[in-house]
């Protein structure tokens, strides 16, 4: 696209001047990329430029860590009771799940004992997988976006293992 400026130059006597400018899509976007980085970049400077000092809290923190308190309860060490078998149920055995459940099979002292996802091709791989390495039949659930409820509520599951996008 050709645009033309027309502009009174000084050095010929106030004679007008005609510039064809040529003008692209491509050019538009250079200028513009450069007025953008341009004035992100006045924003910046003007950003670290120092502005009134911020009264610090360091000495209400100091304060407040030097006081003595008792502490009520702590997570930190605290251990649960060793289960000898823990019971997964798995949910979700798309890409992602059925890498999870070969990875979990290898692990000694876990039992797969449910397996849930809304399409049932999945869940009867999973299956097959189980039996190719020789693990017990584990329970399935599928066909509905709600499988995963009636997982949540079997009563012999020690995890539920959540792998969906």
């Known amino acids: 696209m050709n645009k033309v400026l027309i502009y009174n130059d000084k050095t010929w006597n106030k004679n007008l001047k005609i510039i064809i400018i040529k003008s692209s899509r491509r050019n538009f976007?250079?200028?513009?990329?450069?007025?953008?980085?341009?004035?992100?970049?006045?924003?910046?400077?003007?950003?670290?430029t120092p502005k009134e000092q911020a009264e610090s809290n360091l000495a209400a923190i100091l304060d407040s860590v030097r006081k003595s308190h008792t502490q009520k309860f702590n997570m930190s060490g605290y251990a649960a009771?060793?289960?000898?078998?823990?019971?997964?149920?798995?949910?979700?055995?798309?890409?992602?799940?059925?890498?999870?459940l070969?990875?979990?099979?290898?692990?000694?002292?876990?039992?797969?004992?449910?397996?849930?996802?809304?399409?049932?091709?999945?869940?009867?791989?999973?299956?097959k997988y189980l039996q190719s390495i020789g693990r017990p039949v584990a329970q399935e659930l599928?066909?509905?976006?709600e499988s995963w409820k009636k997982l949540s509520e079997l009563p012999d599951l020690d995890l539920i293992y959540i792998c969906t996008p």
């Not at 513009?32 to 950003?47: D, K, R, V, Y």
């Not at 599928?142 to 976006?145: A, D, L, N, Q």
């Open 29 to 48: 976007f250079k200028t513009a990329t450069f007025a953008g980085a341009g004035a992100m970049a006045t924003g910046m400077l003007a950003g670290c």
């Open 81 to 100: 009771p060793a289960i000898p078998v823990v019971r997964i149920g798995m949910i979700g055995l798309g890409d992602r799940g059925s890498g999870a």
């Open 102 to 127: 070969e990875r979990l099979s290898f692990i000694e002292g876990v039992e797969i004992r449910a397996l849930c996802d809304k399409r049932e091709v999945a869940v009867k791989e999973s299956q």
């Open 142 to 145: 599928f066909g509905s976006e």
